[in-house]
C-alpha cells in the first residue's frame, strides 16, 4: 500500500512539473514582463510619430520587446484605421499609444470644429483598435499656439531631441544624433514611417540600455520626474 502510494505521488509530482513549470515560464518571460526603473538613474523617453508602419513599427516593437523597454507611438488616426492589430500588440505590450490627429495637418490653421474631427476621429479609431483612448497627443510639426491649445483636452507633448531622421533617412545619423546629444528627461522624436528609423531603432535601444539610460514611456517618464501633465499644456522635457 505504501508503494502503491508513492507511485501515485510520483506521478502527481510528474505531471505537476511537465504542466505548471513550462507555462509559468511562459507567463513570466511573456511580453508583459515589469520593467523595474530606478528613479536615480537616467531616463528617457523616445517616441515615434507618423505610423503605424506595418513592416517599420512591426521591427521597432520587435527591439523594443526584446530589450523589455518601453515607447511611445504617436499615431495618425488614418494609418491606425490600416494597423489595428499594430495598435493592439503596443498595449498588449504596455507601450503607449499618442494621438496625432487623423491625417497630420496643420492644426493652427483649421477652425475649432476641424480640430475636433481630427482628434475625436483618432480616438475613436484608437478606441475601436484597443478598447481605450489616448491620453497624451502630438500637433503635427509641433504647431501649437494658444487658440489652438484651449481646443485640445489633451496634454500636448512635443520633443527635446529632434532626430531629422524624416530629413536625413541614414540610420548612422539618425543613431549620432541621440548618442550624442541625449541626458537624463529628454523625449526624443523619430518616426516609425522610415526604414532607416527602424534600422536606427535596432543599434539604439540596446546601446541606450548599455550605457545605462532606463526608455520608458512619456507618460511614465512624468511620473517619475514628478511632473503633473495638464490639458492643454505643451511639455518639451522631463527634466
Known sequence: MMRKSKRII??????????????TAFATSGNETVQEIDTDKPMIALTFDDGPSQYYTSKILDVLEENNAKATFFVLGTEAEDNPN?????????????NHTLN????????????????????????????????????????????????IDMPVILWSLDTLDWENRDAETVCNSILEN????????????????ADAAEY????????????????????????????????????
Open 10 to 23: 510520483t506521478v502527481f509530482l510528474t505531471i505537476l512539473i511537465v504542466t505548471i513549470i513550462p507555462y
Open 86 to 98: 499594430l495598435l493592439e500588440r503596443m498595449i498588449e505590450s504596455g507601450y503607449e499609444i499618442g
Open 104 to 151: 497630420h495637418q496643420d492644426l493652427t490653421s483649421l477652425t475649432d470644429e476641424e480640430i475636433c474631427y481630427q482628434m475625436n476621429t483618432t480616438q475613436q479609431i484608437i478606441q475601436n483598435a484597443t478598447g481605450t483612448t489616448s491620453q497624451i497627443m502630438r500637433a503635427p510639426y509641433g504647431y501649437m499656439d494658444e487658440d489652438t491649445s484651449q481646443q
Open 182 to 197: 541625449v541626458k537624463d528627461g529628454d523625449i526624443v522624436l523619430m518616426h516609425d514611417i522610415y526604414e532607416s528609423t
Open 204 to 239: 539604439i535601444i540596446p546601446e541606450l540600455i548599455k550605457r545605462g539610460y532606463q526608455l520608458v514611456t512619456v507618460s511614465e517618464l512624468s511620473e517619475y520626474k514628478g511632473i503633473s501633465l495638464e490639458d492643454g499644456t505643451t511639455y518639451n522635457n522631463f527634466y
